[in-house]
C-alpha cells in the first residue's frame, strides 16, 4: 500500500524509509519502548508485512517515532488498526495523542474505515491515556492475550473508535 505524507500542527508522518531505520532502531531499544514491543526483528522496521504501512514520525524534522496500520480486508469485518511508539523523551507533550489523530483522521477520510483498533497492554496506562484522548474506547480485556518478551502472557485491552465518534484536534 502506498503510503501518503501526513501532518498535523506538530508531527509529520513519512512512509518509512531506509535512512530512518537505524534511529527507530534505536528508538525501539529505548527502555521505556521495549517494555511494550517484542524485540524487532533483524530487518525491521523494513519487513514486509501485508496489510500493513509503516511511518516514522518526526518532530521539527527529527525522528520522533514510528506508527503503523494494518487493515483487516475481509469485507465481512473490515477494520483498520494502529499502533505507535514515540521517543520517551517525547512523552508527556501530547504528540502521542496527535500522531493518533492525524493517523486516524488519514484512516477514516482517505481508507473508509468506519471502525478503528488498537490493543495495548492493559498495563500500559499512558498509552490507553493517550488513545483514550484521542477518542478510543475500551471493548474489553483480552485475557493472556500476548506474550511479552520474556515469554510471559499479557491481559491486552481492545479499544475501538468508530468512524462517526472522532472528533478532530
Keep these: 500500500m502506498a503510503a501518503p505524507e501526513l501532518s498535523g500542527p506538530r508531527v ?9 531505520h537505524a534511529r527507530l532502531r ?3 531499544a529505548e527502555p521505556e519502548v521495549r517494555r511494550w514491543w517484542q524485540d524487532p526483528d533483524d530487518d525491521w522496521p523494513n519487513a514486509h508485512e501485508p496489510n500493513t504501512v509503516h511511518y516514522t ?9 514510528f506508527a503503523q496500520w494494518h ?8 477494520h483498520g488498526g494502529l499502533d505507535l511508539f514515540l521517543d520517551p523523551a517525547l512523552h508527556g507533550r501530547g504528540l502521542g495523542t ?3 489523530r492525524v493517523l486516524c483522521a488519514h484512516l ?3 481508507h473508509r474505515f468506519h471502525r478503528l483498533v488498537i490493543d495495548p497492554e492493559a498495563e500500559n496506562e499512558a498509552a490507553i491515556a493517550c488513545y483514550r484522548k484521542a477518542g478510543f474506547r475500551p471493548v474489553g480485556v483480552m485475557r493472556r492475550y500476548s506474550r511479552d518478551r520474556f515469554g510471559v502472557w499479557k491481559d491486552g485491552l481492545l479499544l475501538d473508535l468508530l468512524a462517526d465518534e472522532f472528533v478532530r484536534g
Design 12 to 20: 509529520r508522518l513519512v512512509p518509512c524509509t531506509g535512512e530512518h
Design 26 to 28: 534505536e528508538l525501539h
Design 57 to 65: 514520525v518526526l518532530v521539527d524534522g527529527e525522528i520522533a517515532g
Design 71 to 78: 487493515e483487516e480486508p475481509d469485507p465481512m469485518f473490515r
Design 98 to 100: 496527535e500522531t493518533v
Design 108 to 110: 477514516i477520510d482517505d
